[in-house]
């Protein structure tokens, strides 16, 4: 399971593991095909993950419900319905914590007890309050002296409560409260709720479809012709731990290459996004751009580190042989 931010260019993310760092996440058309090639007919559905708020899981990868709320429908997603989360009653965050109190002096270092009531006196105490005889039977009351006879009539036995460290208080229902991470307390009865949709993916994903067809075909092609292993939109994960999703990833032996197409639907963010990839892996990418976009995208694109082939109107016959060759040069010729 990968969390990110989800947008195209660099973010500041909060890692589960709590440590903030400055990353790249996967662009929304990466996560479309992955989705595609996942198969549509799933439900995306929003949870809520403890102290961090609410995230959805789309092709493996955790995304914060306000970075996806934003974009779902560059992502091909369609609302279902909805489902609600307890949120503060001051700011609305979703992400609370569940505090248990005392309720006289409002301090929070609780024991759990087993109770005893001395009905005549009316103390309450926890079991190892009271007196016991030599076989750990109850036998005075710690308060007033009186023996302790029978359950029921003398002393109530009302099960397991709660005793403050700091005030002494016992009690059978502690305080509890709902804080939210800007620290807001709430309590159970004016507890918001946030409304969050639960996702199908629509039929417009079939937009995806070509993309991938092109990259099965040029799966195809290198596989044939020049016997190497091809994985069509592989997840890895960079030198900063965080996951990348590769085009085609193609392997021989040790040497590893990868292919990323820029369409006719890309921009500098995406090529941007090629750029972040190929620093944090330190793989050597062959980049198959649209021809018409070539010339906006090559300002980020440095063909000194770059293999770039322009492609007309996702002709992969035209540029097969060229294709085969940047392969064939990075795989078998020099180390990479
Ligand atoms: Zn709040
Ligand atoms: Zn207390
Ligand atoms: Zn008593």
Known sequence: MYTLVFSGGLSLMKSVEGAVATQASPSVKDLVLLLFKEGPEQEITPVLVPGLGVYYTLAGFQIQADSLLTRYREAFLEVKRYVSFPSCS???????????????CRQSDLLRIDLVVHYDCG?????????????????????????????????GRPGL??????????????LTLLRCDKDHPTTLDKIGVERYPVFTVSKDLQKARP???????????????LNVEVEVLRVIKGRSRMPH??????????????????????DISDAMSVVSKAVDLGIHFIVILDEEKALELRKV????????????????????????????????????
């Open 90 to 104: 001051v700011c609305g965050s979703t992400s609370l914590r569940l505090e248990v109190l005392c309720p006289s």
């Open 123 to 155: 103390f309450m105490g926890g079991v190892e309050d009271f007196i016991r005889d030599s076989q750990g039977l109850l036998e005075k009351c710690p308060k007033c002296g009186k023996p302790l006879k029978r359950v029921g009539i003398d002393y």
């Open 161 to 174: 409560g709660y005793k403050c460290r700091l005030c002494g208080a016992i009690f059978q229902y502690p």
């Open 211 to 225: 993309i991938l067809d092109l990259l099965e075909k040029i799966q195809a092609e290198l596989e044939r012709r």
């Open 245 to 266: 999703i590769i085009h085609a990833l193609i392997r021989s032996g040790d040497k590893v290459v990868a292919i990323e197409i820029l369409d006719e639907r890309s």
């Open 301 to 336: 694109l440095n063909p000194d580190y770059f293999t770039l082939i322009p492609m007309r109107e996702r002709r992969l016959e035209d540029i097969s042989d060229l294709l085969l060759e940047s392969v064939y040069s990075f795989v078998f010729g020099k180390s990479i």
